[in-house]
């Protein structure tokens, strides 16, 4: 969207004190919110006051971490008077040295609106025009090129953030409209004049938890439409493999009393008729990628509250070092910076999630193989007649998600257990939390690949059992759901390439393209 577009939109987040939520986030990374640094007299002032305290410090005291000291293990180096005003230069200078992919646009956007988040809090010392600078590059959508690897998530996020500190002192390279040009010339072009870092800036910028925390909004949203979408994939499982519905009784779950596998289940007795007519005929006990499934998909509902709270509570903190207290006049040193929450919640995530992949897989395994799929087609092939003997039907397409799987669990490994003795012994125990949050949206692409090969085996495998039973009821919401992947998805009768359609389906996903549960 092109940044003037975004003018008539109607979501608005304002930036000062209060909390932000990780929609907040997610909105302004896609590009569906505009972005506004409040002009509160008030929030303002308690803006300048931590600046101006600052100066006043500086010149009253003369040493301040960072400020007149060299950084990490170098706190005990005392720079020179005539030389402080360099030194934020070269923090973000010799940071630069970040490999890897580039965020992406949406993923820079977060980045920017977390660190945003965190400096508008009012901890950091920094002057109201830094604060300007990073939101009218979001306005502008100048985007910094950030490599994606190279923290180890303590002291912050120093090395990827530093290109965001670079870019807005006019230097190395941002993306305009998909396009690579030096911040320079993109920020004369936006009539915006390079900042001159003022004291402790270039480490409010970069000593804090902006990248991890900002992947990690993206991914609590992803998580949360896998929950819904694995929950519909898991009813219309059911119904190819003509399951017994009665495994999701609500007498039955409410003597096991976790919210989330509770609200699993209800999803599922809503998409799923469970009078008498449909007990005859079914087998006691489905296997348990069926009868289980409220028990594994709860494990992420149940954890998502947990994973938003700490994603939130990390949002909405001051989290570099030192931290400046104008009210009290003091600069208290600690380690705000340590990504360990996020860490901790992406190892959880992407754990829950990997489990999301295999209960899929497990079902489509079910539903391809005729031993298992009570009537239906070897690999849910369509055709019928002479030509049956050469289609093989979803045959690669679980060969293909068995792999997806495959990748998704071997990522499990937990990134925060990891932690390496850094930069002289100084940063001798770190979060590894950036690693985790990458790792997780990563477990994250390979779920929603898995998630999109289901949906053709749904859509396919409802579809032979309605020509298997033309009697057969499906509930309002199936119905709907089927509706919407047969305008997406055509019945497999002859073999065709299968990829254009699966990369359709998961770009569908990425826009919550179907409503699901309430």
């Known amino acids: ?38 002009h509160d007299p008030e929030f303002r002032a308690a803006i300048t006051r931590g600046a101006e305290f600052l100066d006043r410090l500086l010149r009253e005291d003369g040493t301040i971490y960072g400020v007149t000291t060299g950084y990490g293990d170098s706190c005990t180096v005392n720079v020179p008077p005539d030389l402080v005003a360099e030194l ?9 040295c970040g490999l890897g992919q580039y965020l992406s646009p949406a993923q820079t956007r977060a980045v920017m609106a977390a660190r945003l988040a965190s400096l508008s809090k009012g901890f950091s010392g920094v002057s109201i025009e830094l604060l300007e600078q990073i939101a009218h590059l979001l306005k502008a959508d100048l985007l910094p090129l950030i490599p994606s ?20 002192c006019g230097e190395r390279e941002v993306s305009r409209n998909g396009q690579t040009i030096t911040a320079k010339k993109a920020l004369a072009e936006a009539g915006l004049s390079p900042l001159r870092l003022r004291p402790k800036e270039g480490l409010a910028i970069m000593n804090g938890t902006a990248v991890m925390t900002a992947l990690a909004c993206l991914a609590y949203d992803k998580a949360a439409y896998l929950t819904q979408l694995s929950t519909r994939i898991t009813a219309m499982a059911s119904i190819t493999l003509d399951g017994n519905a009665h495994h999701f009784d609500e007498t039955l779950f409410s003597v096991k009393p976790h919210a989330g596998m509770q609200g699993i289940a209800a999803w599922l007795r809503s998409d799923l008729p469970t009078g008498e007519a449909e007990r005859n005929g079914k087998r006691l006990q489905d296997r ?28 909405n903190s001051a989290n570099d070092n030192p931290i400046i207290d104008a009210e009290n006049e003091k600069v208290l040193h600690g380690g705000h910076f340590y990504g360990g929450h996020i860490a901790f919640a992406m190892d959880g995530m992407k754990n829950a999630v990997a489990n999301l992949a295999d209960l899929l897989d497990r079902q489509m395994a079910l539903m391809v193989d005729s031993r298992y799929n009570h009537g239906l087609a070897a690999n849910l092939s369509g055709m019928q007649g002479p030509r049956a003997a050469i289609n093989h039907g979803l045959k690669a397409l679980q060969i293909s998600a068995s792999a997806w799987t495959a990748e998704a669990l071997k990522l499990t490994m937990p990134a925060s257990v990891f932690s390496r003795s850094t930069e002289c012994h100084n940063q001798d125990k770190v979060s590894m939390g950036t690693i985790a949050a990458r790792d997780c949206l990563r477990v994250i692409e390979l779920c929603e ?16 059992r309605q020509k298997e039973n033309p009697a057969l009821i499906l509930s309002a919401p199936i119905q709907a759901m089927l509706e919407a992947l047969e305008a997406q998805v055509p019945a497999i009768e002859e073999d065709r390439r299968l990829e254009p359609e699966l990369r359709a389906l998961i770009a569908s996903m990425q826009v919550k393209a179907w409503k699901l549960y309430a």
């Open 1 to 38: 969207m092109h940044p003037a577009e975004l003018l008539h939109s109607q979501r608005h987040v304002q930036f000062d004190r209060n909390r932000l939520s990780i929609e907040d986030v997610v909105d302004i990374a896609h590009q569906r919110a505009q972005v506004g640094l409040s």
């Open 88 to 96: 934020p230069h070269h923090l973000y200078t010799y940071h630069g």
């Open 149 to 168: 690897e190279g923290s180890v998530g303590a002291s912050g996020d120093l090395t990827p953030l530093s290109y965001l500190a670079a870019v807005l």
């Open 288 to 315: 348990y990628s069926i009868r289980c499934a409220p028990h594994v998909i709860g494990v992420l509902a149940d954890a998502l509250p947990f994973f938003r709270s700490a994603i939130e509570n990390e949002l």
């Open 449 to 464: 690949q898995v998630v999109a090969a289901l949906l053709i085996t749904v859509r396919q495998g409802v579809w032979l």
